[in-house]
C-alpha cells in the first residue's frame, strides 16, 4: 500500500467533519486505537491473546500428536526433547499437543463465562442505579449475599451441587463473577443518572426501559469491558483451581488446569508434566492483565476523547 | 499611580504537549505593572489564566514557560531555584482563584488554612498568628471572625468563602495580588461586595493587582489599566478610563456584543473573527 | 391573549426544604417572560416542576389549557421542551449529533427523519459536516446550537430556557442569543427564560418576575424595569448590582 494512501486513510479516519455515521464511528475507533498501540505493554498482552486465538483456531495443524491418546508402552513421562517438545505424561500423551488443544477449553471457559456474567452484571447494576428506591435496595443486597461468599468457595459450592463437568464449572465461575459487574454499572449508572442529557431524554418521553439501555450502559460498558478483560486471568485461574480439584474439567480433557493436578504426582522427578500448562496459564492470563490496562488507558472515559 | 515597576513581563510563553502537537496557551505577552490594577481580559483559550499562572509558577510541570523578561521587584522569576519561588509564593506575591468551594482545602476549618498560610513564610507563634488571622477576617469584613474562624469552608457561602480566601491571601501582606476570576462563580450583588472589598484593601495597602477575567466591563471599571488577550497575544493595552476609543476591533466587537440595560439592539452585534487576529 | 402557562400557589418541597413557596405567575402564548433571581431563589426548580422533574407539593399548573399531575405523558413533550444551561453536559458523550436528533423522532414514532434532522440543523445555522461529529468534538456554543436544534425538532410550542447562555464566552452568548431570538420570532414560540443576569433578560423578555429564596419578589415589564420603575427594594439592589462596579478608592 502506497504512502499516499495510508496517508489519506488517515486524513479521512481523523477527518473532523465526518460525512456518516460510519464514518464518524471508525474515526472514533481509530483514535482510542492509537492511544492504544502507543502502549508497548498493552500491545505485548493483544499479541499473547491473539497467539491464544490462533492456537486454538488452528490445534488440528498445530499438535503433531493427539492430545488424548498416548503410547504406554513406550513413551510415558518422557523429558522434553526432539520428538516430544515439552515431553510426555504419565498416559504417554504428548504435553505440547495437549496444551495447543487446551488452548481451546480455554478459551470455551473465559469466553462463556464472560458472555453469561457481563449482561447479568450490566442489566442488574443499570436497572438497580436508575431506578433506586425499593428495586436499588432488594438488587443490591442479592448482589451482596453473592459477594460475601469467596469466590472459589462458592463456586465449588455450585459445581459440588450441579457435579463435575468442565460446563457446570463455566456455570459455577459465572454465577460467582457477576456481582462485581453489578457494582461497576451501578456506580456508573448513579454518576450519569443525574446528567443534564439523561435529564434531556427524560423530557422527550422516552421509557426508563429506554433511557436505560439505549443511554446509560452504553455509557457503562468501557468500564465493564476493562474489567471482564482483567478478570480473565482470575477465571482462568479459578477454572484451574476447580480442575485441579477434580471438580471442573473432567479426563481425558487437556484443560490445563485438570493437567496440574495430574502433573502433581510427579512433580519433583518429572517436573514438565506440570510446569508446562502452569506456565501456559501464567502467559495467558498476563496477556489479559496486560490487555486489560491497556484498554482502560485506551477507553477510560474519565480521561477523555482528547 | 505607578512608581516603581512591580512585575516586568516580556515576551512571555507558554507551551503545551499534547497528543497532536504542541499548544501555544501564551504566544509572546509583554506588559509591566506598578502599583496599579492591571486587567487582563479575555474568553476562554485567550490564554490570561496560564499566563497568571506563569508569573505565580503555577504552570503544570509539563508544560514550558519562557520568557526574554519575568522578573518581580528586580528578582528574574525564571532563574530562580524552585525553593526561593516557593518563599515569594503567597509571601509576596499572591492569587486568589474563582471557586472557593475548589480552592479552599475542604478538610481544614478555615481558621487552621490562614494560620498555615502565615506560618509557613513567617516565624510567628500560634497565638500571634490566631490573633493576625482574626484580624484579617475582620478586614475583609466577615462579622463574626471567631465564629467562621472554626467553621469548614462548605459551611459558608459563596461570598463567605471567598471573602476568606481573599483574608488567606493577604495575610502575609503581599505586594502583588493576582486574582484569577475571582468573582465570577458569585451572585451579582455578593460580587459587589468581594469587590469593594478588594478595592479597599488593595488601596490601602499599596498593592499591585492583576484581575483576570471575562467580563470587560467589570475589569474596565475595577482597574486602572486593561490588556486584551486574543488567542495567546496581547491585541491591546490601554487606559480603563479611555476603553470606549479602542482601537483593535477584536476590543470594540468585545464592548459591543453585550446586551446591556437601557440600550437595546435587535440583532445584537456579533463578533466577526478575523484570522489575522491570532496570526 | 390565552395563557400558554399558568401556575397557582406552586409549592416544591424538596425532602423537608421548601424550594418553592406558593409562586403564581402567568405566561401568555407567544410572549417571552423572564425569572431572574440569584442561586436558591427556585428559578431553575420552577422549570423543573413544570416538566415534572421536581416534587411538587401543592399548587395547579396548567400548560396550554390542560392541568398537569404528577406525572407528564408523551403529548406534553411534543409542546413544551427546555434547552439547559450547561452546553457542555446536555449532550451524550457517546452519541453523534445526528444521533442526538433522531432520538426524539424515533421515542415519538416520527418518519422522514432524514429531512427534518437536516431542517434541524439548517436553522441553528450548523452545517453538514456537524452532523456526524461527537459532543467533545463541539465548541460550547456549537453544543448550545445542536441542544437548540434538539429542543426545536419535535415542534413545540412553549420553550423553557434554563439560563442557556451563562456557560458561553461573551461573543458566542450573543450569538445563541440572536438565534433564540430568530425562532422565537419565526415559530411564535413562547419563551420562559431563566436568568441572573438582568441585561440578558431584558434584552429577551417582554415581562419578567424577580425572584428570592422560593417566592416572587415583583412581576414587571422589561420597560419599566429599564426605566427604574420598581417596587421592591430587592429589585433595586439587583439592577444596581447589574450596572457594574464604581470605584471609590
Known amino acids: 500500500m502506497s504512502a499516499e494512501i495510508i496517508q489519506s486513510r488517515r486524513e479521512w479516519l481523523l477527518s473532523d467533519r465526518p460525512a456518516s455515521r460510519l464514518q464518524a464511528r471508525l474515526g472514533r475507533a481509530y483514535v482510542a486505537w492509537r492511544r492504544f498501540s502507543a502502549n508497548r505493554l498493552a500491545l505485548v498482552g493483544m499479541l499473547i491473546i491473539i497467539a491464544l486465538l490462533v492456537v486454538a483456531a488452528f490445534a488440528d495443524v498445530l499438535a503433531p500428536y493427539s492430545p488424548t491418546i498416548g503410547d504406554l508402552k513406550n513413551a510415558r513421562l518422557l523429558p522434553p526433547g526432539a520428538a516430544h517438545w515439552f515431553g510426555t505424561d504419565d498416559l504417554g500423551r504428548d504435553i505440547y499437543s495437549r496444551i495447543v488443544y487446551g488452548a481451546r477449553w480455554t478459551l470455551y471457559v473465559v469466553i462463556l463465562v464472560a458472555v453469561i456474567a457481563a449482561p447479568i452484571g450490566l442489566l442488574v447494576g443499570t436497572v438497580a442505579g436508575y431506578a433506586s428506591g425499593w428495586t436499588d435496595t432488594i438488587l443490591m443486597r442479592i448482589t451482596d449475599i453473592f459477594l460475601a461468599f469467596p469466590k472459589l468457595v462458592l463456586a465449588l459450592a455450585f459445581v459440588a451441587a450441579l457435579g463435575p463437568g468442565i460446563e457446570n464449572a463455566v456455570l459455577a465461575i459465572a454465577i460467582t463473577s457477576w456481582p462485581p459487574y453489578a457494582r461497576i454499572a451501578r456506580a456508573e449508572t448513579l454518576t450519569v443518572r443525574n446528567s443534564d442529557y439523561i435529564k434531556a431524554v427524560q423530557l422527550m418521553g422516552a421509557s426508563p426501559f429506554r433511557i436505560v439501555l439505549r443511554h446509560i450502559m452504553p455509557l457503562c460498558i468501557s468500564s465493564l469491558i476493562i474489567r471482564v478483560t482483567l478478570d480473565m486471568a482470575g477465571i482462568i485461574l479459578t477454572a484451574a483451581g476447580l480442575g485441579f480439584l477434580g471438580l471442573g474439567a473432567q479426563p481425558p480433557l487437556p484443560e490445563w488446569g485438570a493437567m496440574i493436578a495430574s502433573g502433581r504426582r510427579f512433580i519433583l522427578d518429572q517436573w514438565w508434566v506440570a510446569a508446562a500448562p502452569g506456565a501456559a496459564i501464567l502467559i495467558v492470563s498476563l496477556g489479559f492483565n496486560l490487555l486489560g490496562d491497556g484498554l482502560r488507558d485506551a477507553l477510560d472515559p474519565r480521561s477523555g476523547d482528547q | ?279 | 391573549m390565552t395563557a400558554a402557562i399558568t401556575l397557582e400557589g406552586l409549592e416544591v418541597v424538596f425532602d423537608r426544604f421548601r424550594a418553592l413557596k406558593g409562586v403564581s405567575l402567568e405566561v401568555r402564548e407567544g410572549e417571552s417572560y423572564g425569572l431572574v433571581g440569584e442561586s436558591g431563589s427556585g428559578k431553575s426548580t420552577l422549570l423543573r416542576a413544570i416538566t415534572g422533574l421536581a416534587p411538587v407539593a401543592s399548587g395547579k399548573i396548567t400548560v396550554n389549557g390542560k392541568t398537569l399531575g404528577k406525572t407528564r405523558d408523551k403529548a406534553f413533550y411534543r409542546e413544551v421542551q427546555m434547552v439547559f444551561q450547561d452546553p457542555y453536559g446536555s449532550l451524550h458523550p457517546r452519541q453523534t449529533v445526528d444521533r442526538l436528533l433522531q432520538e426524539p423522532l424515533a421515542i415519538h414514532g416520527i418518519a422522514d427523519g432524514e429531512k427534518r434532522i437536516q431542517r434541524a440543523l439548517d436553522e441553528v445555522g450548523l452545517g453538514i459536516g456537524f452532523r456526524f461529529r461527537y459532543a467533545h468534538q463541539l465548541s460550547g456554543g456549537q453544543r448550545q446550537r445542536v441542544a437548540i436544534a434538539r429542543a426545536l425538532i419535535l415542534e413545540p410550542s412553549v420553550l423553557l430556557l434554563d439560563e442557556p447562555t451563562s456557560a458561553l464566552d461573551a461573543s458566542v452568548q450573543a450569538e445563541v442569543l440572536n438565534l433564540l431570538e430568530e425562532v422565537r420570532r419565526r415559530r411564535k414560540l413562547t419563551f420562559l427564560m431563566v436568568s441572573h443576569d438582568l441585561a440578558i433578560v431584558t434584552h429577551m423578555c417582554e415581562r419578567l418576575m424577580v425572584m428570592q429564596n422560593g417566592e416572587a419578589v415583583e412581576t414587571l415589564t422589561a420597560s419599566q424595569l429599564i426605566g427604574h420603575r420598581v417596587s421592591e427594594d430587592y429589585t433595586r439592589n439587583l439592577l444596581r448590582a447589574s450596572e457594574g462596579f464604581v470605584r471609590t478608592a
Not at chain 2, 465564629?147 to 503581599?174: C, K, N
Open chain 2, 1 to 279: 499611580m505607578s512608581g516603581d515597576t512591580l512585575l516586568d513581563v516580556d515576551d512571555l510563553r507558554v507551551t503545551f504537549p499534547t497528543r497532536t502537537g504542541l499548544v501555544q496557551a501564551v504566544r509572546g505577552v509583554s506588559f509591566s505593572l506598578g502599583r496599579e490594577r492591571l486587567g487582563i481580559v479575555g474568553e476562554s483559550g485567550s490564554g490570561k489564566s496560564q499566563t497568571g499562572r506563569a508569573i505565580m509558577g503555577l504552570t503544570p510541570p509539563q508544560a514550558e514557560v519562557s520568557a526574554k523578561k519575568l522578573a518581580f521587584d528586580g528578582i528574574d522569576l525564571l532563574s530562580i531555584s524552585p525553593r526561593e519561588r516557593r518563599a515569594l509564593r503567597g509571601n509576596r506575591i499572591a492569587m486568589i482563584l474563582q471557586d472557593p468551594k475548589y480552592s479552599l482545602d475542604p478538610v481544614m476549618t478555615i481558621g487552621r488554612q490562614i494560620v498555615e498560610t502565615l506560618r509557613t513564610h513567617e516565624k510567628v507563634s500560634k497565638a500571634e498568628a490566631r490573633e493576625r488571622a482574626l484580624a484579617m477576617l475582620q478586614a475583609v469584613q466577615i462579622r463574626d471572625p471567631a465564629r467562621v474562624f472554626d467553621l469548614y469552608p462548605h459551611e459558608v457561602s459563596g461570598g463567605m468563602g471567598q471573602r476568606a480566601m481573599i483574608a488567606m491571601m493577604l495575610v502575609t501582606g503581599p505586594e502583588l495580588m493576582i486574582a484569577d476570576e475571582p468573582t465570577s462563580a458569585l451572585d451579582v450583588t455578593v460580587q459587589l461586595d468581594v469587590l469593594k472589598i478588594l478595592d479597599k484593601l488593595v488601596a490601602e495597602r499599596g498593592m499591585g493587582l492583576i484581575f483576570i477575567s471575562h467580563d470587560l466591563r467589570l475589569v474596565s471599571s475595577f482597574c486602572d489599566r486593561v490588556v486584551v488577550m486574543y488567542a495567546g497575544k496581547v491585541v491591546e493595552q490601554i487606559k480603563a478610563s479611555e476603553l470606549r476609543d479602542a482601537q483593535h476591533p477584536y476590543t470594540r466587537g468585545l464592548l459591543n456584543c453585550m446586551p446591556r440595560i437601557g440600550f437595546e439592539r435587535h440583532p445584537l452585534p456579533v463578533l466577526d473573527r478575523k484570522p489575522e487576529w491570532a496570526a
